[in-house]
């Protein structure tokens, strides 16, 4: 149904909407500054934008829960500040850590929700089969909550959001966090509720390329709107300057992409398939040399690309965002790497639990100054495998030495040499940024001035002296993430291990980390890491694909590109050989594809 004038009625208005946030003891937070949008019915709506920009905040005042400090907010027609209490009764809202009770089954979890929503025992009888079909989760039905993967915890929460009939769906970053198979689900789930019910979904993404396929795109940034419309309306931003250099024999994709974010008319540049895909300024400003980004192509072949969506929004970002780069990492020492030196030795490495066998004889090397990714499904090992390698989880069996020391039989040697940041924030949230860094140096053995000099290096290095006195809790996802990684410097460590250290955060984010991980592997540390962010994996110098414990593939980054299907219409993507590898080995029965 359409209005007067032809346009679809909105769901979901505001109009001039603020609100303000005053933490105790801290300067306030201005989480929306005039924000002004409508989501069309029927439609899926994301909002997109970097940490802090108030997506959650907005998902939150949508749903009843806050209510703004000025400005208009209507739902279904209905002032959300007179009646929340109606908003929640039609509408239904799944926030980032949607609340599972991991001691009761699946089964049971979507019964209590049906209790708590009052759902009919007829309403029941007609909507579970859906749901465990939509989900795929009716095998599953008596497995317990805590036992199940990432993503299937996450077709759990949808299941149990869905559990009655709502006129508007909001989801707040349902995908993050989980691999991209469960990724791809989970979006043909929300796909088919909005193309074959009608329904109206407005979500919040970290991945640029789900925005890309909803049907309208509001950006945000630090509380404000940048732009709204059709995805190839913010595509559009990045027409003619968008780029891709083939690069000479013998160059390293991710090395190049580096200098060229030194470049001033350069705004972006992302690895891409064993090339490098750039973005230049749309007011390129004067550099020393009057080169630009000629001064890290040398050698290379230039040719434009079709703009996608990605270009658009980080073209976007940098009209309003601090155009600085992030900064590089400079070592205090620097390590010597050999081409031939091997750092991390896996061989048969086993890891059971009771009769489940988590990690099963899995072996791969690494070398200094490599970047070596582990890629799999939720549930396929990787964490065990982490927690093993860092001497923080017994093996029981197989070959493990790591810079050298004997990580099963000397596994306190083993962790001087090695940095960990976990997948989860694991500092202490009440502490400061200074007593976090304190903390750690103590812990790692640093004493008097040498302590005092590496905290410098920490706070300088990652840019946190602004923050310094700030609680680690209460800080943007960007600054947990560079606290975690500089806490796990602090020691000068040989290796680093990061487990889905980029989960949750935005484009600008994860620029900025990989800036800091491609300087770090100059300078000779061997960088161990898990994403699901397929396209992070180009990064890498070698992958490894796990699932159900065992390493399925391994290889450079363009050798397992080739292990795509190749009768897609498209070039393989990184995502594109993931799923192929993962559904294959689950049809055929595991085996190993190693390339050379």
């Known amino acids: 149904m359409k209005n007067t004038n032809g346009a679809v009625p909105a769901v979901l208005v505001t109009r001039d909407l603020h609100k303000r946030f005053q933490p105790p003891r801290l300067p306030a937070v201005q989480a929306l500054d005039g924000v002004s949008f409508e989501a069309p019915r029927g439609m899926l709506t994301a909002l997109v934008g970097p940490d802090g920009a108030g997506k959650t905040t907005l ?4 749903a009843g829960l806050l209510h703004a400090d000025s400005g208009e907010l209507t739902v279904l ?4 500040s007179a009646d929340p209490q109606q908003i929640q009764d039609r ?10 009770y991991e001691d009761l089954t699946v089964a049971e979890n979507i019964d209590l929700y049906a209790d708590l929503h009052g759902v009919s025992p007829e309403a029941r009888a007609e909507r579970y089969p859906r749901l465990m079909e939509m989900t795929a989760l009716g095998p599953f039905k008596s ?5 199940l993967s990432g993503g299937m915890k996450q077709k759990l929460g949808l299941a149990c959001t869905l559990v009655r009939s709502p006129e508007l769906l909001l989801l707040d970053e349902p995908t993050v966090g989980v691999d991209p198979l469960s990724r791809r689900e989970l979006w043909e789930i929300v796909r088919q509720l909005v193309d074959t019910q ?3 979904v407005l979500l919040s993404t970290a991945y640029l390329d789900e925005a890309e396929r909803c049907g309208h795109v509001i950006v945000l940034h630090q509380g404000k709107v940048l732009a709204q419309g059709q995805p190839s309306d913010i595509t559009d931003i990045a027409r003619n300057r968008v780029f891709v250099a083939e690069l000479p024999a013998g160059q390293n994709a991710r090395v190049v992409q580096s200098r060229l974010l030194d470049e001033p008319d350069v705004i972006d540049a992302v690895p891409d398939a064993g090339r490098v895909r750039f973005v230049r300024a749309e007011r390129p400003r004067a550099t020393a040399a009057g080169a630009g980004a000629a001064n890290a192509l040398v050698g290379a072949q230039v040719s434009a690309a079709t703009p996608r969506f990605e270009d658009g929004f980080m073209s976007l970002l940098r009209r309003v965002a601090d155009q600085e780069h992030a900064s590089t990492i400079s070592l205090d020492r620097p390590l010597a790497a050999r081409d031939d030196e091997v750092v991390v030795h896996v061989h048969d ?8 066998t988590a990690v099963d004889h899995i072996s791969f090397d690494v070398h200094r100054g490599a970047i070596f990714g582990l890629l799999g499904p939720n549930g396929a090992g990787k964490t065990t495998t982490f927690r093993m390698l860092c001497g923080l989880l017994p093996a029981t069996d197989g070959e493990l030495r790591v810079a050298g020391a004997d990580v099963r039989h000397a596994r306190a040697s083993a962790r001087a040499h090695l940095g960990y940041v976990a997948q989860k924030f694991s500092l ?4 400061t940024v200074a007593e976090n860094l304190d903390f750690f140096a103590s812990a790692y053995g640093l004493r008097g001035s040498r302590k005092g000099a590496r905290i410098a290096w920490a706070m300088e290095q990652f840019e946190l002296a602004a923050h310094a006195h700030e609680p680690s809790g209460q800080l943007p996802g960007g600054y947990k993430q560079r606290l975690a990684m500089a806490a796990a410097l602090l020691h000068e460590p040989e290796i680093l291990f990061l487990d889905e250290p980029t989960s949750g955060a935005d484009p600008l984010a994860r620029r900025a980390f990989w800036r800091r991980i491609t300087a770090l592997a100059e300078q000779g540390v061997t960088i161990i890491v898990t994403t699901h962010f397929m396209q992070e994996a180009e990064y890498c110098d070698r992958i490894a694909i796990m699932d159900a414990g065992r390493v399925l593939a391994e290889g450079r980054p363009e050798e397992i590109r080739h292990m ?3 009768s897609e219409a498209h070039e393989p993507s990184m995502e594109d050989a993931f799923i192929a590898i993962v559904e294959r080995s689950r049809r055929n029965g595991q085996s190993r594809e190693v390339a050379a």
């Open 91 to 100: 509408i239904s809202y799944m926030p980032q850590r949607f609340g599972l």
């Open 349 to 356: 490495l086993v890891r059971k639990f009771g009769a489940f």
């Open 59 to 62: 998902m939150r005042l949508a």
């Open 77 to 80: 027609g209905v002032d959300v």
């Open 564 to 566: 795509a299907d190749l």
């Open 198 to 200: 009608g329904l109206t």
């Open 143 to 147: 497995r317990l909550a805590g036992k």
């Open 428 to 431: 202490y949230g009440a502490l």
